[in-house]
Structures are given as C-alpha cells and as structure tokens.
C-alpha cells in the first residue's frame, strides 16, 4: 500500500518560514515525478510546484522565488521550503506523486504510456496571518 503523510503545516506571521514533509512508504515508480498542491478556501486545487526524475524543478509564479521543492532519496521524503509566506499562501497542502500509465489527455485523444499524479497525501494546514 502507498501512503503519503504530510507534516509541517500550522500557524505563522507572515515573512516567516516553514517547512513542510512528506513522507512517502510502499512502492511508487522512480520514472515519474512528485509535486506540492494546495487547496484554498472557494478555490480549486493548484499545482505548485513540482519535481521529475531527474531532479527538474518547476514553479507557479505565486510562489516562485520563494518556495522550493527537494527530495532525501535515502530518507523517502519530499519537501517544501517555504520562505517570506504571504497571507494569500493560507491553504491546506497536499503532497502528491506521480504514477505511469496508459492514459489518455481527454475523451478524444489516444491513450498512451505517461506520468500522471495518481498518489495523495491527507493534506496539512498552513496558516499565514499578517
């Protein structure tokens, strides 16, 4: 069984730090890439940043600049550096990873063999107030 838990989240000032952990157990292929959610209040889930195989990195840009995502291959964690947080970052954070499959884009595409978020964790709090 895979299971991703994460940890870190709670409450902060704003232009403070925090770090958060995902803690991965069970098999996830090592060919596809994990990434860092979140979920506002009213709003839908966001992809914010998010890591492939080969250690590549991407950023939205509500967050570039001041987050970073990094992985402990050894420990079987993913993280999320988050610096200078703004009270906009308040949502609940998922981490997710990826698993390869015969997928298909849509209704009307052909399906083929690709990455696609598969696995979630339960999702932590943050809490940035001004």
């Known amino acids: 069984q895979v299971q991703l838990v994460e940890s870190g989240g709670g409450s902060v000032e704003a232009g403070r730090s925090l770090k958060l952990s995902c803690k991965i157990s069970?098999?996830?292929?090592?060919?596809?890439?994990m990434g860092w959610f979140r979920q506002a209040p009213g709003k839908e889930r966001e992809l914010i940043s998010n890591i492939s195989s080969d250690g590549s990195t991407n950023y939205a840009e509500s967050v570039k600049g001041r987050f970073s995502i990094s992985q402990d291959n050894a420990d079987h964690t993913l993280y999320l550096q988050m610096n200078n947080l703004k009270t906009e970052d308040t949502a609940v954070y998922y981490c997710?990873?990826?698993?390869?499959?015969?997928?298909?884009?849509?209704?009307?595409?052909?399906?083929?063999?690709?990455?696609?978020?598969?696995?979630w964790g339960q999702g932590t709090q943050v809490t940035v107030s001004s």
């Open positions: 069970g098999y996830i292929e090592s060919g596809c890439g």
């Open positions: 997710a990873a990826e698993r390869e499959g015969y997928y298909s884009e849509d209704v009307y595409s052909e399906a083929r063999w690709q990455c696609k978020f598969t696995y």
